[in-house]
């Protein structure tokens, strides 16, 4: 049953990502592309993906960790989230409609996964090198931070938390319940990863040239957060949580993400070397051709001699 949920939701995320990839990427954009290849851009990023891939592995497999580590935590931290704001969003539900829930059920499913993904895409694509890397990193600091909260302290979405909200998007159809719930415990709440990557994406797409996209997103972001709280999923602690944690990873990106992509380097070269990733460098002395790793930062030319310095993209 959920797996027709789930396949609408990932056919609906490739019509949007290709919907934005028509109204975003202007011409100006496509021009300035330096023409990397498929094959360069996979062998610059792939730790990117990689890292990003495992990170959003980590939240879905929950259940088998919460099992493995014992961490049976048997207490609930939602009344003291209800002890600062009380029935604070209750009032978010009092315009709801059937066709408000189906869609705002829509953009908290698809359009929230579509602009992550999208985001990834578009700046690799644009060959946005930096701002890619700061991205994936505040996207991976972002799923780090909040793991230990979602489990440690628990808080339960207010659907089912507060008598005056109800579960909206939980309980619009069975297919919607069994499809969230095969990951999500339902008290994942604080802080909110919906707002922490979509504010996130909105201050690093802020400073790039892609201005109808950050129009876009200053327009998606706050309909995100409207969302989360009319379905009855987070509390608006969770929201000025998610908002405060985007700043933070931004914050540690920008000034320590040189350092971090430095130590992170010295492991991407040992696993490339491992694997057998080979990358073609030549020398700019005498064009001698010396088969290497895309990561390495210097090489020496055996020929030569002369020392080259290598920059993957
Ligand atoms: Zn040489």
């Known amino acids: 049953m959920a797996w027709q949920l789930i396949i ?92 408000l829930t189906y869609l705002m059920t829509f953009v908290y499913l698809v359009l929230f996964s579509s602009i992550v993904m999208f985001t990834f895409i578009v700046l690799a694509y644009t060959e946005q090198t930096a701002e890619l890397k700061r991205f994936s990193l505040v996207f991976i600091l972002n799923y780090l931070i909040a793991f230990p909260f979602y489990l440690l302290f628990p808080v339960t979405v207010t659907g089912y938390a507060l008598p005056s909200v109800q579960p909206l998007m939980y309980e619009l159809h069975p297919m919607v319940y069994s499809a969230i719930t095969m990951v999500d415990p339902l008290d994942n709440c604080f802080p909110s990863l919906h707002v922490a990557l979509v504010f996130s994406t909105l201050l690093v797409i802020y400073g790039t040239n892609l201005r109808r996209y950050t129009v876009f997103l200053i327009f998606a972001f706050p309909t995100v957060v409207f969302s989360t709280l009319y379905l009855g999923v987070h509390w608006a602690t969770d929201i000025i949580a998610g908002m405060a944690l985007s700043v933070l990873t931004l914050h540690i990106a920008n000034k320590y993400g040189e350092q971090i992509l430095q130590h992170a380097n010295i492991a991407i070269v040992e696993l490339e070397m491992l694997i057998g990733v080979k990358e073609t460098i030549i020398c700019n002395m005498c064009a001698y051709k010396i088969i290497t790793v895309p990561h390495i930062q210097f090489v020496s030319c055996p020929q030569c001699g002369t020392r080259i310095e290598h920059s993957v993209l």
Request: with cysteine; proline share 3%.
């Open 8 to 99: 609408f939701s990932i056919i609906s995320t490739l019509i949007l990502i290709a919907l934005y990839f028509s109204l975003f990427v202007s011409v100006e954009c496509r021009k300035r592309k330096r023409g990397y290849t498929v094959r360069q851009l996979i062998n610059g990023y792939w730790p990117y993906i990689l890292a990003a891939a495992a990170v959003y592995g980590l939240l879905q497999a929950q259940f088998p960790i919460r099992q493995h580590l014992n961490l049976l935590v048997n207490y609930d931290c939602t009344a003291y989230i209800e002890h600062i704001e009380g029935g604070l969003v209750a009032g978010f539900q009092s315009m709801a409609t059937p066709t």
